[in-house]
């Protein structure tokens, strides 16, 4: 049986993606990680975010299988999400910067990416950061990120069945119920 989408949302460090990642093995589905970090050279030379992506991948273990969508997220889950998988998307705030760099239609995008999440037949968790939460940015393209990570979070919020939010490790159900 599908869980139906899911959007877990918190501010850096509050638990997001151990949360999602126990909904995911809690299921007794085939687990499927999609990292949107764009592999190193692409950004170039980040010890401190590889590592970070070691202990991620450390953590899960071998029952998950991983994959990369940088940039074509919306195709990896059409292509990827059934019956019998559960997919965890790691993260939409780093799907997002990736669009903006690289100079993309950011509300193209976005309204491709809801319809997706609204027509997958699996089971999905999207994680994302609340970036709305601290002081206005002081430059324009910061500023234009919080608000348009802003309003994808809204977008995703709509189709999906489940919106928690985290802080401190405790999850806060918005909409829906928390997972089991």
Not at 105 to 134: P, R
Request: hydrophobic share 45%.
């Amino acid at each position: 049986m599908s869980a139906g989408a899911t959007l877990v949302l918190g501010g850096a460090r509050s638990g997001k993606s151990l949360y999602a990642e126990r909904m995911v093995t809690a299921s007794g589905l085939e687990p499927v990680y999609v990292a949107t970090y764009r592999p190193m050279g692409e950004m170039g030379e980040d010890a401190e975010m590889e590592a970070r992506i070691a202990a991620h991948r450390s953590r899960r273990g071998p029952p998950w299988r991983n994959l990369e969508a940088p940039v074509e997220l919306a195709a990896t889950i059409r292509r990827e999400s059934g019956e019998g998988t559960y997919l965890l998307v790691d993260c939409l705030t780093l799907w997002l910067t990736n669009l903006l760099l690289g100079g993309a239609d950011l509300d193209a995008a976005a309204v491709e990416l809801t319809q997706t999440i609204g027509e997958a037949g699996g089971s999905l968790v999207l994680v994302a950061n609340e970036v709305g939460l601290g002081i206005v940015p002081e430059n324009a393209l910061a500023r234009r990120f919080r608000d348009a990570q802003g309003r994808l979070n809204q977008d995703i919020a709509a189709v999906a069945d489940t919106v928690v939010f985290m802080a401190a490790g405790l999850p806060m159900a918005f909409k829906g119920k928390l997972p089991s």
